[in-house]
């Protein structure tokens, strides 16, 4: 029986010290209707000549290489891969990231059998120090786009997507963002997807990098935020859902400000007690002082956002 060819989509940009496990583990899949679509996002380090080194030898599967002009971003880079793919679903993988050696036959035997136009994985969270396993998309009973709002359903990796639903249902963005830019593409496939299936029997391996765009939030993380909302607001509104679900939305952004609220203030915090420690001026008051009084910040946003959030919950109630 012919099976649907496969494309995996990676998306490249510094990722030097771990492609080499992302290819590896691709070319040991066992479904053999695949193809690799490799876009180097004009990486700063030797990604691009290692990607090639890797597979100039490669002859059993398809490989379709290509080196962005500049540098565009992971929703970019993204669609370049899907528009160069000529397989029916699509696959995204991170290049830091890895799958297991059935990960492709599993996701794809349960689009076959439930005919989906989307195909969940569990995933391994993978940090230096631990991991942690998450698993796969459940039905809950609300809405594809519901589930998708409350983030539910989460990343563009760690899925099987049909590749026609891809190129129809994520519009380019108007304004660059690197973070959320895969939340938004998510929200806008479940509002189109007829049917999403899950399974358990295979994992994504998601590699969480101290320097990873998501790792560390500050400043640029409340731009993205705000274009993020600005944005699924007016999707809402092009579906004429925007009614429908404008407490949830408020709701979830107020828990996502004191959720990057809590990330950026503590970040602030650890740098200047890195600083401080790192420095070895243990006895230098000044800067002790300087350390407990972001803490105290810290605290002190953390507690007002919350109150505000409780507060609003209280009201609408």
């Known amino acids: 029986m012919n099976r649907p060819l496969v494309s995996v989509c990676i998306p490249a940009y510094n990722a030097v010290a771990r492609v080499k496990a992302c290819l590896e583990s691709l070319l040991r899949q066992n479904y053999e209707a695949l193809e690799l679509i490799i876009v ?43 528009e160069l793919a000529k397989g029916e679903y699509l696959a995204f993988v991170d290049a830091d990231d890895y799958v297991d050696a059935n990960y492709i036959a ?13 195909v969940d994985a569990p995933y391994w969270e993978e940090t230096d120090l631990q991991q942690t396993r998450h698993n796969a998309y459940a039905a809950t009973g ?12 989460a990343h563009l990796w760690g899925k099987l997507i049909r590749r026609q639903l891809f190129l129809s249902a994520v519009a380019p963005l108007t304004e660059r963002f690197d973070y959320l830019e895969d939340r938004l593409a998510i929200l806008q496939l479940c509002h189109a997807a007829g049917k999403i299936s ?8 998601y590699h ?12 640029y993380h409340f731009h993205c935020l705000m274009l993020f909302w600005d944005r699924q ?12 679900y404008a407490a949830l939305c408020r709701k979830i952004q107020m828990q996502d400000k004191v959720a990057l609220m809590h990330y950026c203030h503590r970040s602030v915090v650890c740098r200047s007690f890195a600083d401080l420690f790192g420095r070895g001026k243990l006895s230098d008051l000044k800067g002790l002082s ?16 919350l109150l505000a959030y409780y507060r609003s919950q209280t009201i609408s109630e």
């Not at 969480?208 to 400043?219: G, I, P, T, V, Y």
């Open 40 to 82: 180097n996002d004009c990486s700063t380090d030797d990604t691009l000549a290692l990607v090639q080194t890797l597979l100039q030898s490669e002859t059993a599967i398809n490989v379709v290489l290509e080196n962005n002009t500049a540098n565009c971003g992971p929703d970019y880079t993204r669609r370049r891969c899907a």
């Open 106 to 118: 599993a996701l794809m035997d349960k689009a076959l059998e439930t005919n989906a136009d989307i």
């Open 142 to 153: 609300k809405s594809y786009l519901e589930d998708a709002l409350r983030d539910n359903i």
């Open 198 to 205: 899950s399974v358990s029997d295979t994992a994504y391996h």
């Open 208 to 219: 969480r990098a101290s320097q990873s765009l998501s790792a560390e939030k500050n400043e």
């Open 233 to 244: 607001e007016t999707l809402l509104r092009e579906w004429g859902e925007w009614e429908r």
């Open 290 to 305: 300087c350390g407990l009084f972001l803490t105290g910040v810290l605290v002190y946003f953390r507690c007002w956002h």
